[in-house]
């Protein structure tokens, strides 16, 4: 049984696309359901009875009801006498022609029309008035009926499509069968269910129906494009699919094409293509479209419907309990070899890193800490093919580079490499990483795992919006390469076993890059360091980094090459004191409250995203939050994440919290627990102690020092 209903249709006049013109129906529900009133001064504009209950309730608002255009030419039904009654003014054979306004309706035009002719008989008048509302009929909701085989069929009567036939038993019953009335519809509804039950071979029940008043209604005339003195192209813009911007004139200009068939008007036009699927616009589309072909509607046929009648979320689709297809999962070219190491994994991004690697049983914190010393010992293997790779050519793109970041980067040479960072238009860190110089017109740049789409985007719409002048190009080149960290004292001595590169400490130096064979493979290797450790990067192209990976794991056993993961890399970078974004920032940190000012071309000639941002009176005041070290006065005291910090620890609550902790380690190579964080004023306040009182009502002391725990000078790293 279908009891889909119908839907009310607009009619198309001229600027019906400004705010303020609705249909009749949702002015109505927004008075009679919420209380609302969607403006002062109502003018509307119909040809069917049914459309005179939004005046009438309009005017029970305490609302103005400035006229009624009927384009009927004496309307007489019960709803209409009602209105007449209450002193309402109806002008008959009348629409609505235009409405006028620009950011919503400050009136409109009204005059007498000859629907035979299509033709505006008068030169009307102009109502003042800020809500026009229109209804030109209803048309039957067929979309299921026709999903299950039957052809809609034109019935003039109702001037709408109903159900044809169709392979499956089926009731269609009420507004879908063009049947309006309510005392109508209930009966339909009842005869309806009673014919269903008995072919589906129940007993036929009597019943009782509710007793509804039935007014006496008179017909709807035919009207879907108001006419207009101009002809269509040349009038104000007369909307028919709001949602695709579809007007008459381009309905008529499809026709005069040679488009004859409503599926290559829809297609020339994109009518019916919305979210709606052409519930509002589609049968006056057909009416227009059949007008200027000087066809009948039935002629000129309708549209397919097809599923779905509303969008539908792919959470509907997919379902609550979706697991692993909840969204796409990414995997570097050697998660084979991680997963045979044993590797637990962490989502980061839509990237499964290695987390950490137990062996014979180890916890996060036992093999974390045997990972820790192994890189600082000997060697350690990272796989770091999820960081952003971008690809950046063209003339200005060092120009571009100058911009972008907040350091300087017009006298990097080619062969080297510089870190650098990223701020929005507040002065706010939001991204860093690594860029090399590869040619004077070419850099690659690495972002963070996380950041890589986000950056992208944003160099993109600064070379699109603000400096379309630059030739600049940019190519993610994340899933092209992988990069394979080798990090710690030996890894010199390991790489120089299976590459043709002079690693030599002068032919290599901190901070450049080289190419060469590293087992056998192309390769472009940095020598860059996040674990203050002497380090090399090694990319190779994504499809050979199994086998290249294999032969240093095979050379790397006089070593004892380590692999480790995610946990590790964080417990090292922190000891160096290098910044995680997103982590020790969170968008209200600027370089300098990272202590990061080293890092800031202050003398750049061009105003770098980010330089007006930062040299706000806020963001140079005295008592910003400033990034410190850490350390407990308890070396086995742990500092959790997030902890608040106070300098006070006996003050009533609320007390007055001073910043809190960012990152913080307590299994590492130091050899005591440290951590990082931010503190007003911290970077005046080193050797001062503060608090961090927790949940069980502990407190943890701890000294304020510098983020810097490890190897200060930078000594290991420029071995």
């Not at 979706?322 to 045979?340: D, M, N, S």
Request: some cysteine.
């Amino acid at each position: 049984v279908l009891a889909t209903g119908a839907c009310e249709r607009p009619l198309v006049y001229g600027n019906n696309d400004v705010p303020g013109n609705m249909l009749a129906g949702a002015v109505s529900t927004y008075v009679r359901r919420y209380g609302v009133a969607p403006g002062k001064k109502l003018l509307l504009s119909t040809n069917n009875d049914y459309a005179y209950r939004v005046a009438l309730d309009w005017l029970d608002a305490g609302q103005q009801v400035v006229a009624v255009a009927d384009a009927r030419s004496n309307p007489r039904g019960a709803l209409v006498e009602e209105a007449r009654a209450k002193g309402i003014r109806i002008l008959t054979g009348s629409a609505v022609i235009e409405a006028r306004g620009s950011k919503r309706v400050t009136g409109a035009r009204v005059a007498a029309i000859d629907l035979k002719t299509h033709s505006v008989t008068s030169p009307g008048e102009w109502l003042v008035c800020d809500l026009v509302a229109t209804s030109g009929g209803y048309s039957p909701v067929v979309h299921l009926a026709s999903h299950l085989g039957g052809k809609p069929i034109w019935r003039e009567d109702i001037l709408g499509f109903v159900p044809g036939e169709a392979p499956q038993k089926r009731v269609c019953v009420g507004g879908i069968n063009g049947v309006y009335g309510l005392g109508d519809s209930l009966a339909d509804g009842f005869e309806g269910g009673v014919r269903a039950a008995s072919e589906a071979g129940f007993k036929a029940v009597e019943g009782v129906l509710p007793k509804a008043l039935n007014q006496v209604q008179e017909a709807t005339v035919a009207l879907f494009q108001v006419p207009h003195e101009k002809a269509t192209a040349r009038a104000p813009k007369q909307f028919v699919d709001l949602q695709n911007d579809v007007t008459a004139a381009a309905i008529e200009l499809a026709t005069r094409e040679g488009f004859e068939s409503v599926e290559h008007v829809k297609r020339y036009t994109a009518l019916g293509f919305g979210t709606d699927q052409g519930k509002l616009g589609n049968v006056n589309g057909l009416a227009i479209a059949a007008r200027s072909l000087n066809v009948t509607i039935p002629q000129m046929g309708t549209t397919m419907f097809r599923p779905n009648y509303t969008p539908v979320t792919f959470g509907a689709v997919a379902g609550r309990h979706c697991g692993h297809i909840f969204e796409p999962v990414r995997y570097t070219a050697l998660q084979a070899w991680h997963v045979k190491q044993g590797a637990e994994f962490e989502d980061v991004g839509q990237w499964k890193r290695p987390w950490y690697f137990p062996r014979h049983g180890e916890d996060l914190h036992a093999a974390v800490k045997r990972e820790c010393q192994a890189v600082r010992d000997s060697v350690g293997i990272l796989d770091a093919s999820t960081l952003g790779k971008i690809d950046i050519q063209g003339p200005d793109a060092r120009e571009f580079l100058n911009r972008i970041y907040t350091n300087a980067w017009t006298k990097l040479d080619v062969g080297k490499a510089r870190y650098g960072l990223m701020c929005k238009e507040d002065g706010m860190v939001f991204d860093d990483g690594v860029t090399a110089c590869l040619a004077d017109n070419h850099f690659v740049m690495t972002t963070t795992t996380g950041g890589a789409a986000r950056v992208l985007q944003w160099l993109e719409i600064y070379q699109q919006t603000e400096w379309p002048e630059l030739k600049v190009y940019f190519t993610s080149v994340t899933d092209h390469y992988a990069t394979l960290t080798l990090s710690g004292p030996n890894s010199r001595k390991l790489l120089s076993e299976v590459t043709d590169i002079d690693l030599d400490r002068d032919a290599f130096p901190f901070m450049t890059w080289k190419e060469g064979l590293v087992a056998g493979v192309p390769a472009r290797v940095f020598r860059i360091s996040f674990t203050g450790e002497l380090s090399y990067e090694v990319n190779i192209q994504a499809d050979y980094a199994m086998g290249v990976l294999e032969k240093i794991a095979e050379a790397g056993k006089q070593y004892n090459l380590t692999p480790y993961g995610t946990e590790t890399m964080h417990v090292l970078r922190a000891e160096k004191g290098f910044i995680i974004v997103g982590q020790d920032t969170d968008g209200s940190m600027t370089p300098d409250d990272l202590n990061m000012g080293w890092c800031v071309g202050r003398t750049k000639p061009f105003s770098w995203i980010g330089w007006r941002g930062m040299n706000r009176e806020d963001c140079v005041r005295d008592q910003r939050k400033q990034l410190v070290g850490l350390k407990p006065v308890d070396p086995n005291k742990w500092m959790p994440e997030g902890a608040q910090l106070v300098f006070d620890p006996k003050q009533t609550i609320p007390m007055t919290m001073v910043g809190h902790v960012t990152s913080s380690y307590a299994h590492n190579s130091l050899g005591y627990s440290f951590a990082m964080g931010v503190v007003k004023g911290g970077l005046k306040r080193l050797g001062e102690r503060v608090f961090s009182p927790q949940a069980d009502g502990s407190v943890i002391e701890a000294e304020i020092v510098s983020s810097v725990f490890f190897d200060p000078k930078g000594d290991r790293q420029n071995i």
